[in-house]
């Protein structure tokens, strides 16, 4: 049985003649914050909407709990949370009296449900203030109060940080984070934010103009860049070996057949050049580099980047 909670297959949404979202299959592991990270407009809320089944997917397959969810709803629904785009609640009544009113509407059998969901999120339960005085942070934290009140296994959050001030996003970043770590929730989570991704996610996929351009850990993606040196020699096969041997390099990536980058900033270079040289290997050009996340973005959205 598969490990991932959510599995798209070729997911792809058509509107008229535009490609909203293009074949994209992506994986969210048990126990994983997943980021889907792309600029507004790139096809995020569309692939939420299709994995909920809010909106009809054109063509490809969603699966969830290892369920395709196509014919499956009445059995995934229970089991998820979410909040996609504003969430919608009464603002003539008081948080705790909307989540009253929803957790009757949903069926939540723990009758401490509305008050330990607003604990999880650090709102107090049965206070006076109604919900049109709340802040926007505040506002969010409801949401995803009401997202958790069934207690889910898995939440799908859309851009959860939006249009926060920065004490807002940090707050609801640990929100999140908790809800991951103490209380074990796989999460699905859209921004335009790369900062705050790159902070919160487990793995990530990066989507620009409804294609995927990549999915990786965000472990993988940080050895990609970060401080290295690049080599460029004549004979790769022979370098590597040189390096391993003589000089114990382990940490390295080919980037081509004459590039390496080596992970190790505290090599000798004078020493690993003229072993290389010594032993027939021409040394094209070596060179520390200092590449962020930011430039690898750049590289493979071909524009300015994420915010």
């Not at 809010?54 to 063509?59: A, D, F, N, R, Y």
């Not at 996929?205 to 993988?220: C, F, K, N, R």
């Not at 081509?256 to 040289?277: E, F, G």
């Amino acid at each position: 049985m598969s490990n991932f909670l959510i599995e798209t297959k070729q997911l792809t949404k058509i509107y008229g003649d535009q490609t909203t979202v293009n074949a994209v299959s992506i994986h969210v592991g048990k126990g994983r914050i997943y980021g889907l990270l792309g600029r507004n407009g790139a096809g995020k809320t569309t692939i939420m909407k299709m994995i909920l089944g809010l909106t009809p997917i054109t063509s490809g397959e969603v699966k969830v709990f290892g369920q395709n969810m196509k014919g499956g709803e009445k059995r995934i629904y229970p089991r998820i949370g979410a909040i996609i785009e504003t969430p919608g609640f009464y603002p003539n009544l008081t948080g705790t009296e909307n989540l009253e009113i929803f957790a009757k509407l949903r069926g939540t059998a723990a009758p401490n449900a509305v008050k330990n969901s607003l604990e999880v999120v650090g709102l107090p339960y049965k206070d006076k203030k109604l919900f049109s005085k709340y802040s926007l942070g505040m506002k969010q934290r409801l949401g995803i109060a009401n997202a958790i009140l069934h207690d889910p296994e898995l939440l799908i959050l859309d851009e959860p940080t939006n249009g926060l001030d920065p004490i807002g996003i940090a707050e609801m970043r640990k929100f999140i984070k908790k809800l991951s770590v103490e209380y074990g929730k796989t999460i699905l989570i859209s921004s335009h934010i790369l900062s705050e991704i790159a902070l919160l996610a487990d793995d990530i996929g990066i989507i620009d103009q409804g294609i995927l351009l990549e999915e990786s850990s965000m472990e993988e993606l940080r050895q990609k860049n970060g401080r290295y040196i690049q080599v460029q020699v004549s004979d790769l096969p022979k370098a590597t070996l040189i390096l391993e041997r003589q000089f114990g390099v382990k940490e390295y990536s080919v980037q081509d057949d004459h590039t390496l980058r080596l992970y190790n900033t505290t090599l000798d270079m004078a020493a690993i050049n003229k072993a290389l040289v010594m032993q027939d290997v021409a040394v094209i050009s070596s060179a520390f580099c200092n590449d962020t996340l930011e430039d690898y973005f750049k590289k493979i959205t071909g524009g300015e980047g994420i915010a």
